[in-house]
């Protein structure tokens, strides 16, 4: 599978991003999609996750005001971002991957696209 990244930018706080993934390869082997960050100097973390039947999950720092979905049809996840901060300046991943009992296992990871939000 692999994972092509697009949609970052340049924003002034308060505006907003989307940001889009397109899967191409074996899909069917995708149990989730989904997008992590990484800023300067801190650890990749989970963003917002979606499953094949369509279960939601975000980080804390961002319910309520990013909404992530997928087109199918597509095979594309979408991650919309609206009232950004400052520190949601990162390196944004595409990840796709499989879901074991409860766990999310990455499999594949698409190339980072650069999100920065000025104050």
């Known amino acids: 599978v692999q994972l092509q990244a697009s949609g970052g930018g340049l924003v002034q706080a308060g505006g907003s991003l989307r940001l889009s993934c397109v899967a191409s390869?074996?899909?069917?082997?995708?149990?989730?999609m989904g997008w992590h960050r990484q800023a300067p100097g801190k650890q990749r973390e989970l963003v917002a996750a979606?499953?094949?039947?369509?279960?939601?999950n975000y980080a804390d720092s961002v319910k309520g005001r990013f909404t992530i979905s997928r087109d199918n049809a597509k095979n594309t996840v979408y991650l919309q971002m609206n009232s950004l901060k400052p520190e949601d300046t990162a390196v944004y991943y595409c990840?796709?991957?499989?879901?074991?009992?409860?766990?999310?296992?990455?499999?594949?990871w698409g190339k980072g696209t650069q999100v920065t939000v000025s104050s």
């Open positions: 990840s796709a991957g499989r879901i074991i009992v409860t766990t999310r296992i990455t499999d594949y």
């Open positions: 390869g074996r899909a069917v082997s995708i149990g989730f």
């Open positions: 979606i499953t094949s039947g369509d279960t939601t």
